[in-house]
């Protein structure tokens, strides 16, 4: 019941609803032990970027069963630090067995549930992408500064140093996060593939992941867009229309 918990409480659209224990009591917790394990931990209150990012970040990094109450405890329990980051992995096999569980009244419907999860959380990454470029953005220029200007204390070198550092793990755990969903995707369409099949639900089920990994390597990528229609380097000028009419007569024979 304790570790039950531990898991984040969620409202409508499965947002996180406020709640003193995990808002106040988890995250002292989890400084005390951050510090204890030699990790990093900033002081300096959070740009409104910074903490954008941590909220759009949740949705990403939260199983995407939201009653997957074991794999919400880990993720709570590393989102406060009291787990390290790194260790917020979600059970890649839980997805299938609550999937599997719940009560649909068509065989299909499990499958149009794995495709709109994927394509939700597809939406999800470019809009927490842009907060993460202007997060780091802000990071280089924090740190620019920091080179360049005397410091008064050692509590705000260290500070910045450690909010950078806070910044790329948020970042990073984010991109762990959504590769363990695309496995757990997979897993559940191997698994659903075999117990009820459904050749056309599949397919649709598999574009929708294989968008979700196109948008996952995009974050992985730096978030930068690439134009495949774009052509590099200089752009040679048409010797077509250069001085037209104007041209020599063809010659003939």
């Known amino acids: 019941m304790l570790l039950a918990a531990c898991s984040r409480p969620t409202g409508d659209f499965d947002r996180a609803r406020p709640n003193i224990f995990h808002d106040k009591v988890m995250p002292a917790a989890g400084e005390a032990a951050a510090r204890y394990r030699g990790d990093p931990v900033s002081k300096f209150n959070m740009t409104n970027d910074e ?72 939406k999800l990454v470019w809009p927490f ?47 762990q996060a959504l590769r363990y969903r695309i496995t757990a995707y997979q897993k559940a369409l191997d698994s659903l593939e075999i117990e009820t099949p459904s050749a056309d639900r599949l397919w649709k089920a598999n574009n929708a992941i294989r968008t979700l990994e196109a948008e996952v390597r995009l974050a992985e990528n730096g978030c930068v867009k690439k134009d495949r229609f774009t052509v590099e380097g200089k752009t040679k000028r048409s010797r077509i229309y250069t001085g037209w009419g104007t041209e020599r007569p063809a010659p003939k024979k």
């Open 51 to 122: 903490e954008l990012l941590r909220e759009r970040g949740w949705g990403l990094i939260r199983p995407p069963w939201t009653k997957d109450w074991i794999g919400g405890t880990v993720v709570e329990l590393s989102r406060t630090r009291v787990l390290p980051e790194v260790e917020g992995r979600v059970p890649v096999d839980l997805y299938y067995i609550f999937l599997r569980s719940d009560k649909f009244r068509s065989s299909d419907a499990r499958y149009d549930r794995v495709a709109a999860d994927a394509e939700g959380d597809a």
């Open 129 to 175: 992408c842009e907060v993460a470029m202007r997060v780091q953005a802000a990071d280089k220029e924090r740190l620019r500064v920091l080179a360049n200007k005397p410091v008064a204390t050692e509590e705000t070198y260290e500070g910045a140093k450690a909010r950078v550092w806070e910044n790329r793990m948020m970042i990073s755990w984010v991109g």
